[in-house]
């Protein structure tokens, strides 16, 4: 049976060495992660376990959930959002941002994705990154799809870049072992354009980890997609965004890797109508007892470049969806914010997440606090772009405007703004 080592409590050049010592020469290194993976008979399973510092979990399945609609997008994402970037003169595009999405590949050749794709990886056993499955090419137009202009179909931050790193096989099914060494590859990526002295908005440098996708959460914070993601994110310092899934309205069935507290779980709302959870989006608490989701956004009958065809576009549902719209909406914030103070002006959602209750939306009947349907809420949008870029730089430098925009921010949402 194969298996990921876990170096915890020792270093990964000691478990590699405990590896090498029962003679195991065939595996597979995430020394950035400090994992291995490799088969493992019974007896040195037992000789690892015997192992201070070495943890073992043997490797599982993960899938991509979606839901294909079969009717028209009650409103176009491309409108709502051609509105909110043109508020700003020059309008937003959410240009600096990359994000890895690391899903079922990308149609890149797709007219909407053209030229955005500036890195990819394969890490199933499919034999391209091309998107054979149908749901990361959906995924990639959400976060930068298309153009900024009236009428065009475009994703959130259409000047982003997206690094398409493939996790799940065509047939749609990944393993634990497949998407830890895609976040190993991004997180060396990071770290190659910093040891490079590549400014944060180039394209080679990764922001963000999109996963849509997951298992079921089982409590186990030594799951190995959950050790990558807070390695990623602690040590790497990249925003680790993830789908809740699509398992509501039962309670803790927000999935694994979104239940981990290092992770950004996202849930949907409806896109029509008054703000609504969809009947769908996965609810906490976890297993462990984190309340969860931490934010919701819109991810109903919303419209999607497809995979099947360069012109064509289709109309999916899911929280696999919602999870990339916060990763886009992370460009038009962040760009937002460097023209106020500097290209220093570094966004990040774990960060504003400590400042959420200020900045999100709920319905009337929904807790006052963080809570396992809306988590902290739909963000304001317009109130967070407009206050970011109008608060005077030179008075406030850097992270220090942060808490002050949001705080700005909870007032003018206050008054309708």
Same mark, same amino acid.
């Given at each position: 049976?194969?298996?990921?080592?876990?170096?915890?409590? &020792?270093?990964?050049?000691?478990?590699?060495?405990? &590896?090498?010592?029962?003679?195991?020469?065939? !595996?597979?290194?995430?020394?950035?992660? $400090?994992? #291995?993976? +490799?088969?493992?008979?019974?007896?040195?399973?037992?000789?690892?376990?015997?192992?201070?510092? &070495?943890? /073992?979990?043997?490797?599982?399945d993960?899938?991509?959930?979606?839901?294909?609609?079969?009717?028209?997008?009650?409103?176009?994402l491309?409108?709502?959002?051609?509105?909110?970037?043109?508020?700003f003169?020059?309008?937003?595009?959410?240009?600096?941002?990359?994000?890895?999405?690391?899903?079922?590949?990308?149609?890149?050749?797709?007219?909407?994705?053209?030229?955005k794709?500036?890195?990819?990886?394969?890490?199933?056993?499919?034999?391209?990154?091309? *998107?054979?499955?149908?749901h990361?090419?959906?995924?990639?137009?959400i976060?930068?799809?298309?153009?900024?202009?009236?009428?065009?179909?475009?994703?959130?931050?259409?000047?982003?870049?997206?690094?398409?790193?493939?996790?799940?096989?065509?047939?749609?099914?990944? %393993?634990?072992?497949?998407?830890?060494m895609? @976040?190993?590859?991004?997180?060396? /990526?990071?770290?190659?354009?910093?040891?490079?002295?590549?400014? @944060?908005?180039?394209?080679?440098?990764?922001?963000?980890?999109?996963?849509?996708?997951?298992?079921?959460?089982?409590?186990d914070?030594?799951?190995?997609?959950?050790?990558?993601?807070?390695?990623?994110?602690?040590?790497?310092?990249?925003?680790? &965004?993830?789908?809740?899934?699509?398992?509501?309205?039962?309670?803790?069935?927000?999935?694994?890797?979104a +239940?981990?507290?290092?992770?950004?779980?996202?849930?949907?709302?409806?896109?029509?109508?008054?703000?609504?959870?969809?009947?769908?989006?996965?609810?906490?608490?976890?297993?462990?007892?984190?309340?969860?989701?931490?934010?919701?956004?819109?991810?109903?009958?919303?419209e999607?470049?497809?995979?099947?065809? *360069?012109?064509?576009?289709?109309?999916? %549902?899911?929280?696999? #969806?919602?999870?990339?719209? /916060?990763?886009?909406?992370?460009?038009?914030?962040?760009?937002?914010?460097?023209?106020?103070?500097?290209?220093?002006?570094? !966004?990040?959602?774990?960060?504003?997440?400590k400042?959420?209750?200020?900045?999100?939306?709920?319905?009337?009947?929904?807790?006052?606090?963080?809570?396992?349907?809306?988590?902290? $809420?739909?963000?304001?949008? $317009?109130?967070?772009?407009?206050?970011?870029?109008?608060?005077?730089?030179?008075?406030?430098?850097?992270?220090?405007?942060?808490?002050? !925009?949001?705080?700005?921010?909870?007032?003018?949402?206050?008054?309708?703004?």
């Amino acid at each position: 049976m194969r298996y990921s080592v876990i170096a915890k409590g &020792i270093t990964p050049t000691q478990a590699e060495a405990e &590896i090498r010592k029962l003679g195991i020469t065939d !595996f597979k290194p995430a020394r950035l992660l $400090g994992q #291995f993976f +490799c088969e493992l008979s019974e007896e040195k399973i037992r000789a690892l376990t015997a192992v201070s510092g &070495i943890v /073992l979990k043997p490797v599982k399945d993960y899938k991509a959930e979606q839901v294909l609609s079969e009717v028209a997008p009650v409103e176009s994402l491309s409108d709502v959002f051609y509105l909110l970037r043109s508020y700003f003169n020059p309008p937003l595009t959410g240009t600096g941002l990359t994000v890895a999405v690391l899903d079922s590949g990308i149609r890149k050749t797709h007219q909407s994705l053209r030229s955005k794709v500036v890195y990819e990886a394969n890490f199933t056993d499919s034999p391209t990154a091309d *998107d054979i499955f149908g749901h990361g090419t959906q995924v990639a137009f959400i976060i930068a799809g298309g153009m900024h202009a009236v009428g065009e179909k475009a994703g959130v931050s259409p000047s982003a870049s997206i690094m398409n790193i493939k996790v799940i096989n065509d047939t749609g099914i990944g %393993s634990d072992e497949g998407i830890v060494m895609g @976040i190993e590859r991004v997180c060396g /990526l990071a770290e190659q354009a910093r040891k490079n002295g590549l400014w @944060i908005t180039d394209d080679l440098y990764p922001n963000i980890i999109n996963l849509s996708l997951g298992g079921e959460d089982d409590g186990d914070a030594d799951n190995p997609v959950r050790a990558a993601c807070r390695k990623a994110s602690t040590e790497y310092g990249l925003d680790v &965004i993830a789908a809740a899934g699509n398992s509501g309205p039962k309670m803790t069935t927000v999935m694994l890797p979104a +239940c981990d507290p290092e992770v950004i779980a996202v849930g949907a709302v409806e896109t029509n109508g008054e703000l609504a959870i969809w009947e769908k989006s996965s609810r906490g608490p976890t297993v462990q007892g984190e309340t969860k989701p931490d934010f919701v956004i819109w991810g109903t009958d919303l419209e999607m470049a497809s995979h099947q065809k *360069d012109d064509e576009y289709l109309v999916k %549902s899911g929280t696999s #969806f919602a999870a990339p719209m /916060l990763s886009g909406l992370a460009g038009l914030l962040w760009e937002s914010g460097r023209r106020a103070y500097g290209e220093a002006w570094v !966004f990040s959602w774990r960060e504003a997440k400590k400042l959420a209750p200020y900045f999100s939306t709920k319905p009337q009947d929904a807790p006052v606090n963080k809570d396992n349907v809306y988590g902290f $809420g739909l963000p304001a949008m $317009g109130s967070m772009l407009g206050q970011v870029s109008q608060t005077d730089s030179t008075t406030q430098q850097g992270t220090e405007v942060f808490p002050m !925009f949001m705080m700005m921010a909870m007032m003018a949402s206050m008054v309708g703004a």
